[in-house]
C-alpha cells in the first residue's frame, strides 16, 4: 500500500522538527557569544541612571565620572574569540573542520539513500513485485540451497515451508556438516517427508563456513537457477512464483528478494536492529541495482546456475560472501533486480543477546574489509561505481566512526577552547542525525502498519535512546573486526537462532495475490 499524502506529511513535519530542534541550540549559543557586555544600553546597570532635569541657566555641565566596563564578551563554555597562532594549533582546527564537514557528508549521504525508495510513489510502487502475467516462456527449475550447522531448533520448520511451495520445478538441498549428527537427523526426517523436493548433501571441507558449505552443494544442483535460504527462513510459500516472474520480465541474471527481521520487541536494540534491514532491503539495495554496484545478501537471493558456476561460485575465505559475490558480479556487468514486498519477504530474527549481535556485526565488518582489501572492486568499469564500491565497503568503519564522533563534536563544541564559527561546524553531524532519527521514527509507523505490527510510545522512546549504543555497538563490532583481519583470524563465529520471529502458524499458508 502506497503511503498517503497525510503520511508524507507527517514525516516533512518531523523533518521540519527535527530541524528545528537542531538549529535553535546553534542560534542561540552564537548569539550569546557575540553578544558583547560593556556596550552601552538603555537600561544597562553598569552606566548611571540617566537625569532627564535640564541644567539651570548658568550651571557648568559637568561630564560623569568614567565608569569601569569590563572588557569581555559572554561566550559558550570552551569557545573562544581568538584564533591559535602556533602551527599544531591550526593544524588541530584544520582536523576538527574537515572530520565534522565529512562525518555530516557521510550522515546526509546515508540518509538520502534510505529515503531512495520513497522519492514517489511511483518509485516505492516500482520496488514491489509485479502482479505474476501468464508468459509463453519456460519456466526455471530452482535449487534452493539450506546451509545449517548446529540448526536443529529451526531447520525442520524451514524445510517443511520449502517443500511446501506453490512453485512446481523446484529441489531442496540441505547442506550438513559431516561432525553434526543432530541437524543431518533432522534434515533426513524432512527428506523422508518431502521425497520429491528434499535431500541431504553432506560437507566434509574443514574448517567449516556457509561459502564452503554452499559450494559443495553447487556441484549437485539440478536447476537453472540457484537460491539460497538459512536454516532459520520464514519463506513465504507463493514466492517463487514471484522470484520466477521477476527473471522472466527483467531478464536479469540475478534476483534479490526481501529479508526482514520482526522481532522487535525482543530487545533495546532488536528494534534498531529490525529497522536496519527494513531501510536496506526496502530501499537502499534498490539504489545499488540502478547503479550497477551491490552487495548482494546472504538469502533469499537467486543466480543462474550457469553465471554462478563460471564465476566457480563463493569465495571460499570471504567472511561476507555475499557481498563478494555482489561485487564479483557487478565487475562483470551482471544485471540485478531487487524486490521487496511484505506479503513475500523472508522473515529473520535478530540475534538472540548482545555479545551474538557483536559477533554477527564484526563478522559482517570484517567480510567487508576483506572485499575492500582484495581489490575485485577495482575492476568496476566506471569510476563512479568504483568510488561508490569504496565508499559502500568501507561504511561500516564510517558510520561506526560517525556515531563516536557526535558526542565528541558536542564536547568539543561546549568544552574545547575553539573559536565560536569552528565549534558550530563540529555540531553539523547532529542535523542530519536528528532529521534521520525523524526518518526512522516515521519508517517504524510503516514497518507497524505494513507486518500489522503493533508499536507503543515506549518503542519511539526506545528508538531514540538506543541511538548512540548501538552506534557505539557498531563501533566496537568494527574495531574488533580490524583486530581480527590484522592477526589473520578468518574464523566463522556462527549465530545462534531460536526461531524468535516465528508465528504459530500452518506451513501452508495462502500466496500474495
Known amino acids: 500500500m502506497l503511503p498517503s499524502s497525510a503520511r508524507v506529511r507527517s514525516v516533512v513535519v518531523s523533518v521540519l522538527v527535527a530541524l528545528a530542534f537542531t ?12 553578544q558583547p557586555v560593556g556596550v552601552a544600553v538603555a537600561g544597562d546597570p553598569l552606566l548611571p541612571p540617566a537625569d532627564s532635569s535640564s541644567p539651570a541657566p548658568g550651571d557648568e555641565l559637568v561630564p560623569p565620572a568614567p565608569v569601569a566596563v569590563p572588557n569581555q564578551t559572554v561566550q559558550a563554555p570552551g569557545v573562544s574569540s581568538s584564533l591559535p597562532t602556533s602551527v599544531p594549533g591550526w593544524l588541530g582546527l584544520v582536523l576538527l573542520v574537515v572530520v565534522s564537514l565529512v562525518l555530516t557528508a557521510v550522515a546526509f549521504t546515508t540518509l538520502a539513500w534510505m529515503l531512495h525508495a520513497w522519492r514517489t510513489p511511483e518509485h516505492l510502487e516500482a520496488t514491489r513485485f509485479r502482479r505474476i502475467r501468464r508468459t509463453d516462456q519456460p519456466l526455471p527449475r530452482f535449487t534452493l540451497l539450506v546451509p545449517a550447522r548446529h540448526e536443529e531448533a529451526v531447520l525442520g520448520r524451514t524445510l517443511d515451508r520449502l517443500a511446501a511451495s506453490e512453485y512446481d520445478d523446484l529441489e531442496v538441498i540441505a547442506i550438513i556438516g559431516h561432525d553434526d549428527p543432530g541437524t543431518e537427523a533432522v534434515a533426513r526426517a524432512a527428506a523422508e517427508r518431502h521425497p520429491d523436493r528434499v535431500r541431504v548433501v553432506i560437507d566434509h571441507s574443514v574448517p567449516k563456513n556457509k561459502p564452503k558449505a554452499l559450494n559443495t552443494a553447487l556441484a549437485e544442483a539440478t536447476g537453472d537457477v540457484v537460491g539460497v535460504f538459512d536454516a532459520e527462513d520464514e519463506v513465504h510459500v507463493g514466492l517463487l512464483p514471484h522470484i520466477a516472474g521477476r527473471f522472466a520480465e527483467t531478464g536479469a541474471d540475478v534476483v534479490q528478494g526481501g529479508v526482514q527481521l520482526m522481532n522487535l520487541q525482543t530487545s533495546w ?18 539504489f545499488h541495482a540502478g547503479a550497477r554496484f551491490i552487495p548482494l545478501g546472504g538469502n533469499t537471493v537467486f543466480v543462474r546456475t550457469d553465471l554462478l558456476r563460471e564465476i566457480d561460485g563463493w569465495d571460499a575465505e570471504c567472511l561476507a560472501e555475499d557481498c563478494e559475490l555482489g561485487v564479483r558480479l557487478s565487475t562483470r556487468g551482471a544485471v540485478v533486480a531487487v524486490a521487496y514486498d511484505p506479503e513475500l519477504v523472508t522473515r529473520e530474527e535478530t540475534p538472540g543477546d548482545l555479545t551474538a549481535l557483536i559477533k554477527q556485526r564484526t563478522r559482517w565488518a570484517q567480510g567487508f574489509l576483506q572485499v575492500l582489501r582484495k581489490g575485485v572492486w577495482r575492476q568496476l568499469p566506471t569510476r563512479r561505481q568504483r568510488l ?15 556515531g563516536l564522533m557526535i558526542p565528541v563534536s558536542v564536547a568539543v563544541m561546549l568544552f574545547a577552547k575553539v573559536p565560536t564559527g569552528i565549534a558550530l561546524i563540529t555540531f553539523l553531524p547532529l542535523v542530519p542525525t536528528l532529521v534521520t532519527l525523524a526518518v526512522e521514527a516515521a519508517g517504524l509507523g510503516e514497518f507497524s502498519r505494513a507486518y500489522d505490527v503493533r508499536v ?6 526506545r528508538l531514540l535512546l538506543g541511538t548512540f549504543p548501538y552506534q557505539l555497538m557498531l563501533a566496537a563490532a568494527s574495531v574488533r573486526a580490524v583486530i581480527r583481519e590484522a592477526r589473520g583470524d578468518g574464523s566463522w563465529e556462527k549465530t545462534t537462532h531460536t526461531g524468535a520471529h516465528r508465528e504459530e502458524q500452518p506451513v501452508e499458508l495462502k500466496a500474495a495475490a
Do not use: C, G, K
Request: charged residues 15%; aromatic residues 22%.
Open 23 to 34: 538549529v535553535a541550540p546553534v542560534a542561540i549559543v552564537s548569539a550569546a557569544a557575540a
Open 269 to 286: 536494540w532488536s528494534l534498531r536492529n529490525v529497522l536496519e534491514y527494513y531501510f536496506w532491503f526496502r530501499s537502499r539495495l534498490h
Open 388 to 402: 561508490l564500491a569504496w565508499y559502500t565497503l568501507a561504511m561500516p568503519f564510517l558510520q561506526a566512526f560517525t
Open 456 to 461: 507503543r510510545l515506549r518503542d519511539y522512546v
